[in-house]
């Protein structure tokens, strides 16, 4: 069954930088989204960071995550990672960080979005920003 493993999370300083992993196991992304979630104040949901769709960047959450964050995917041993590079971390970066994957995508407009409702997650991996 797919299996979705976080590490990578830890503390930093302001301005250093994070790289989050996630391990899909049994999971192919062809096809589908994948992509990073974290809790955010005041949000029901976990608010997403960025998705991709078939190994290929699809979305970032607003211009500020595109600038500091990075989302690329890989396989090896025929796992899919999904990576975060986290850069120029503040302190309100601290949360835990989710790694969310397998929702189809949909059309909208004529365009291919990634919607949230993933059917597999894992169970997240804590970063401390100070």
């Known amino acids: 069954h797919v299996q979705l493993v976080e590490s990578g999370g830890g503390s930093a300083r302001a301005g250093e930088s994070l790289t989050l992993v996630c391990i899909a196991s049994?999971?192919?992304?062809?096809?589908?989204?994948m992509g990073w979630f974290r809790h955010q104040e005041g949000w029901m949901r976990k608010r997403m960071i960025a998705?991709?769709?078939?190994?290929?960047?699809?979305?970032?959450?607003d211009d500020d995550t595109r600038r500091r964050f990075t989302a690329y995917s890989s396989r090896e041993d025929g796992k899919t990672i999904l990576y975060l590079q986290m850069t120029n971390l503040r302190p309100e970066d601290s949360t835990t960080y989710y790694c969310?994957?397998?929702?189809?995508?949909?059309?909208?407009?004529?365009?291919?979005?990634?919607?949230?409702?993933?059917?597999?997650w894992g169970r997240g991996t804590q970063v401390t920003v100070s």
């Open positions: 049994d999971y192919s992304n062809k096809d589908r989204c």
């Open positions: 969310g994957a397998g929702d189809p995508p949909f059309r909208s407009n004529g365009r291919l979005l990634c919607g949230e409702g993933h059917p597999y």
């Open positions: 998705q991709v769709l078939d190994a290929t960047v699809h979305d970032y959450y």
